[in-house]
């Protein structure tokens, strides 16, 4: 054991790669987001749009994972997931939320807070009849967060809904769809030597308007 935190306390790396000064970003947070998430595209990062997201159940405990960003629409971050999932429910009590970019090939961190709403359902349906149909017939066959006797039960429950919708159109599952979040909050880290990191953060103020400020990192 103490060799092994040994080992991860000496895993370290130096950040050179730019910097991040208040002259060089936009005034509006979202904007400067695009901005960024474009460099990431264009720097082919695999799973660019993959995000943290984080909630809490009704004890305030957090709860993380991972999920795909699927839109950018109003000034607003889109995602996808079954509603009656654990982070549905958690979202149905308290839609405060977290959301974190991390392109460590850019050296760069992205951290948004904001609040979380459910799209219309005739949005979720058209964004679910553009995914393969294999992904539609998953959203029907996963209870999602619900326990599995085991990887037999979702198979053959994957296999006789194949069969069903085989030669018919896959509808939207009731307790599937969207969510936008709000930001209220969007950071933006950018690593630096010596630990020195860049941090500017925009937070939302009464009227709509954006305030920027640097923080220590």
């Known amino acids: 054991m103490g060799s092994t935190r040994k080992d991860i306390a000496s895993l370290r790396q130096d950040y050179s790669l730019a910097f991040l000064l208040e002259t ?6 979202v904007e400067q987001f695009r901005l960024w998430f474009h460099e990431a595209v264009e720097a082919e990062i695999d799973d660019v749009n993959a995000m943290t ?7 305030a405990k ?13 000034n607003q971050f889109v995602f996808f997931t079954n509603y009656d999932s654990h982070k549905g429910k958690e979202l149905s009590q308290n ?4 959301l974190v970019f991390y392109w460590k090939e850019l050296q760069r961190q ?16 058209l964004y679910y009849h553009s995914r393969p149909k294999e992904s539609q017939i ?16 979702l198979e053959a429950r994957f296999k006789t809904l194949q069969e069903k919708y085989q030669d018919t159109e896959v509808p939207k599952p009731p307790h ?20 020195l990191h ?15 400020k640097r923080l220590n990192p």
């Open 138 to 153: 998953g959203a029907w066959a996963s209870a999602q967060s619900e326990v599995l006797s085991g990887r037999e039960e």
């Open 176 to 195: 599937w769809g969207g969510y936008t979040v709000k930001p209220t909050l969007i950071e933006f880290w950018q690593g630096r030597s010596s630990r």
């Open 62 to 74: 957090p709860h993380s994972r991972i999920v795909l960003l699927k839109g950018l629409e109003e």
């Open 95 to 98: 839609p405060h939320v977290s």
């Open 110 to 125: 992205v951290r948004i807070e904001g609040m979380a709403e459910k799209i219309r359902a005739a949005e979720s349906t």
């Open 198 to 212: 860049d941090r500017l953060c925009y937070s939302l103020q009464l009227g709509g308007q954006w305030e920027m």
């Open 24 to 29: 060089d970003v936009h005034p509006d947070p």
């Open 53 to 59: 997201l984080s909630t809490s159940d009704e004890n």
